[in-house]
C-alpha cells in the first residue's frame, strides 16, 4: 500500500494554491486595469502599457464621471443617475423581500386548496424572460400613468421579483419544524403571530441571501431601465450606456473605466461586506440533523 510522504503532500498543497492564485490572478486582471486606467490621464493612456501603473495618478477622471461627463445631450455626469438607482433599489428590494417572505411562510406552512398550483405558477414566473413581459407590462404602467417613473420601475421590479423571493423562503420554510408551528397555534398564535415570533426570528441568513440578489438583479438591471424609465428617472446603468457611447471631442477611455466603476461599486461593496452571510444563507438549511 502507498503512502503520501509529508513532502509529497506539501507539494501538492503548493500547486493547488499556486494554481488558485493564477487563476484569481487572471480573473481580477480587467477589474485591475479599469482601476489602473482610471487614474491615468488620456496621454498615458494612449502612450503607456494596458497593465502598467498609473505614473502620475489623478482623480479627474472620477470627478468628471461623478459630476460633469455628458451622459447624452445633458452633460451632469452620474451623480443624479445614481441616485435615481438608489430610489428604484431600495423600495423594490424591500418591497419584495417582505413580500416573498409572506408568500413563502404561507406556501410552505399553511398549506390550503391550491397551494401547491400557485407554487408552480410562481416558480414558472422565474423563468420567464424579460423581453416576454415588455409590451404587457408597458401598457399596465400606461394605463395606470406610472410610465417613464421612478415608481413604475420600483414597480416592475416587485413584480418580477417575488417569484424569485417567495422561492427563496419558501425553500427555506421548509426546512423549519412543523411542530413549532403547531405548538404556536396551541398557545394561541395566528398567521401573523407565528411569523413574528417564530419565523422571523429564524430568517436572518434567507434574508441576507434575498436582499444581497435582488439588490444586484435591481442595480444591475440594464433593460426594464431602459425601456421604462424616461429622462430624468433613468438608473445609472443607462446612464453608463450612454456616458461610453457619447463623444465629445475625444474618447476619454478613464472617465469611461471610472464611470464604470462607480456604477459597480454598490454591488461590489455588498458583496465585500455581506459575502460570507450569502453563503452561510445558501447553505442554511441543507443538511438536517
Known sequence: MNRQTPLSINIGRVMIYLLLVAFALLYLAPLYVMIATSFKDIEEIRSGNLMAPPLSPTFYAWTKAWSSACTGSECEGLAPFFWNSVKIVVPAVSISTIIG???????????????????????FGCFIPFQV??????????????????????????????????????NYYVGVPTELVRAARLDGAGFLNTFRYIFLPLSTPIFVV????????????????????????????????????????????????????????????????????????????AVKG
Do not use: C
Open 101 to 123: 417572505a409572506f408568500n413563502g411562510y404561507a406556501l410552505a406552512k399553511w398549506r390550503f386548496k391550491g397551494s401547491e398550483f400557485l407554487f408552480g405558477a410562481l416558480l
Open 133 to 170: 413581459i415588455l409590451l404587457p407590462m408597458a401598457k399596465l404602467l400606461g394605463s395606470l400613468g406610472l410610465a417613464n417613473t421612478v415608481t413604475g420601475l420600483v414597480m416592475v421590479h416587485v413584480i418580477y421579483g417575488v417569484a424569485f423571493t417567495t422561492l427563496f423562503f419558501r
Open 210 to 285: 434575498t436582499v444581497i440578489w435582488q439588490f444586484t438583479q435591481i442595480w444591475n438591471d440594464f433593460l426594464f431601465g431602459v425601456v421604462y424609465s424616461g429622462a430624468g428617472t433613468q438608473p445609472i446603468t443607462v446612464a453608463l450606456n450612454n456616458l461610453v457611447n457619447t463623444s465629445v471631442g475625444g474618447k476619454e477611455y478613464n472617465v469611461d473605466m471610472a464611470a464604470a466603476i462607480i456604477a459597480a461599486l454598490p454591488t461590489l461593496v455588498v458583496y465585500v461586506v455581506a459575502g460570507k452571510y450569502f453563503v452561510r444563507g445558501l447553505t442554511a438549511g
